[in-house]
């Protein structure tokens, strides 16, 4: 699937813990790369502690500091980017869907001295550890007339990354919850619904793997945005075997981008 590499871009992230820690300073270059306006907002309601200096993207000077401000003002500085972060767990519909809302630019035509108006594409960033929050990005992602939902998750050694694609209210790519649906099984909470002792105990992960899956997560955005084509659709992988596998999108005709 081919996509515009001259459109505004706006990313929303959920989540700035394991996988979305090491996501954020390469996106944050990435952006910085390309020749047009970018937005990239981080949501998350956690704070840094003790246990997540083991693997995840932060410092002791970080300690109890909100996780999605320590990315956001970070890197943006360094790059020279506007700072935008919610540091807040998202985990209602409608204020997911109104941080999706694209905004519009007026954009030279190429080769022309004529402007156009031009909405932003917008990529939805799921870096969360619970399946409540997969559900609700999926809820949204179906009811979008155009959006790219990349979701990652992983495990102490394996993981995958699933992305999904709506254009013109049509599903061109599979999303996580169709891909696995056993994610769309009522199985867990949202983290601000978690008592104390349920907040205490996670599933165990590796720096590897949010490292793998965090590299997965960029490549496709890369591909996206720079290469303005992918058919990756799928990865899943295994630090164990150092093993990365795409599922590829096979297409018997080449699609227009947007």
Known sequence: MRFSQTRPVKIVQLGAGGT???IAPHLYRLLYSLDRPVRYIICDGDVVEQKNLVRQN???ADLGENKAQVLAERYSSVFGMETEYVPDFVEDEDR???LLIPMRFRQRRP???REEIVEEMVILLGAVDNNKSRQLCHRVFTQAKE???IDSGNGEYTGQ???GVRR???TYYPPIGVVYPDVLEETDKFPTELSCAEASVSAPQSMAANITAATAVVDMIYNILAVGESTVRKVTFSTNTVNVRPEIQKSKRRRTAA
């Open 168 to 170: 013109s209210g049509k």
């Open 161 to 163: 990354v699933v992305c």
């Open 96 to 98: 997911l869907k109104d």
């Open 111 to 113: 080769n022309s001295y």
């Open 147 to 149: 959006l790219i939902y």
């Open 20 to 22: 979305g820690g090491h």
């Open 58 to 60: 932060f410092t002791p």
